[in-house]
């Protein structure tokens, strides 16, 4: 695809920048990100789109013809981000979180059979950790062959910059590129971690709402934190290390 003259760009990020087209979003990549991720991204979003969620339509992935790097084209969905309304009306974020905490509920009500298995993802993840010793590996290993296995839909990075507050009054989600099938406490322990990146007391706030909403115990939610926050020290991302380490310490050694 040609990227037009007539673009806004949205979001600039390591190796990529998110514009907006007008009528569709494309994100694009640099040469850096390996071309499956980006068709696995196009065909988790497929996935999603089929199973009713709303979420923006998957149009097209598309080698660039005047840069390098794929595109990921999505339709466009007018509104405001979850994020953008927090940010804008403070006094209200108790009201946004109801919104976020129920529409995460109601995604994790649905199935799709063919996305990729949550534990194999965190498998792998943990595998990969070279900034972990094999002992600690293997009791992350262990908790992890330990949980119950659920097969629900879980978008792996669900925060309030990836719910749009469509200009219809209905919410979508959007970037569904770290989405799985599995257990909706280790999507519940993900979140929990985005959140107390910036804010310990909003992290809690957003924990006890989903527990208390969808009748999970807390204490489930935090075995699963060790588990999520190795998977996250495993991307690499090289930021928040140590924050992602201590709660790895979490790891009972008995
Ligand atoms: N289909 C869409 N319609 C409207 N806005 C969108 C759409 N897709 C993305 N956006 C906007 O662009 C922002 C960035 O897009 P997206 O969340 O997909 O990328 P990202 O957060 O950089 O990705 P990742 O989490 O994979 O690193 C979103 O927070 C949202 O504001
Ligand atoms: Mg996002």
Same mark, same amino acid.
């Given at each position: ?54 979420s ?14 794929? +595109?990921? =084209? ?7 981000? *979850?994020?953008? /309304?927090?940010? $804008? &009306? ?22 799709s ?20 010793n094999a ?5 992350l ?44 406490? +280790?999507? =519940? ?7 107390? *990146?910036n804010? /310990?007391?909003? $992290? &809690? ?50």
């Amino acid at each position: 695809m040609l990227l037009p003259d007539s673009k806004t760009e949205l979001v600039r990020r390591g190796n990529k920048v998110v514009y907006d087209l007008g009528d569709k979003i494309v994100k694009v990549f640099n040469e850096t990100k390996p071309v499956s991720d980006v068709f696995n991204e196009a065909l988790n979003l497929a996935r999603i789109n089929e199973c009713g969620i709303r979420s923006p339509k998957a149009l097209e992935v598309s080698q660039l013809e005047n840069a390098n790097g794929w +595109a990921l =084209v999505t339709e466009k969905v007018p509104g405001t981000t *979850l994020a953008e /309304k927090m940010t $804008a &009306e403070p006094q209200r974020f108790g009201e946004y979180l109801e919104m976020f905490v129920d529409l995460q509920i109601e995604i994790h009500g649905y199935t799709s059979p063919l996305l990729n298995r949550q534990r194999d993802k965190f498998a792998r993840m943990i595998d990969s950790l070279d900034q972990l010793n094999a002992t600690t590996r293997y009791n992350l290993q262990e908790r992890l062959d330990g949980m119950t296995k659920e097969f629900k839909v879980c978008h792996g990075d669900f925060n309030p910059s990836n719910v749009i507050v469509g200009d219809d009054g209905q919410l979508y989600v959007c970037d569904w590129a770290h989405a799985t099938q599995g257990s909706p406490a +280790a999507d =519940v322990a993900t979140t929990y971690l985005l959140f107390a *990146l910036n804010s /310990k007391d909003q $992290a &809690e706030a957003y924990l006890e709402l989903y527990c208390d909403r969808a009748d999970m115990p807390m204490q489930v939610v935090r075995q699963w934190t060790s588990i999520v926050a190795a998977s996250e020290l495993a991307r690499k991302r090289n930021v928040n290390d140590e924050f992602l380490k201590n709660w790895i310490d979490v790891v009972d050694y008995q």
